[in-house]
């Protein structure tokens, strides 16, 4: 295994482990989980890409349409954190924008 590998491979295997459980938990209605990864993406992504995301749900709980938005920046970005990646649920996403 390359180092690149046995770097890469524990993070994908732990996003594998947290997508299961999400999956999971909401065929049982049971969203907290969903919610504290909108905090986690959203910070992951603030490194990434260097931007200044804010979680749109804390000013309106369960806004519609996206979950993570950068306003501050002169490129805007928005991002939906979704358990549910249906081509409606997008398609309802972008309606609301």
Known sequence: ??????????????????????????????TDLNHILEDFFKDLLNLIYKANLVNLNETRRN???LDLGDTTSPTKRAFQVTSQATSQKVNLSLIHI
């Open 1 to 30: 295994m390359t180092a690149r590998g046995a770097f890469i491979g524990p993070i994908i295997d732990d996003l594998d482990i947290i997508s299961s459980r999400v999956r999971a938990r909401s065929k049982l209605g049971l």
């Open 63 to 65: 806004a519609p349409g």
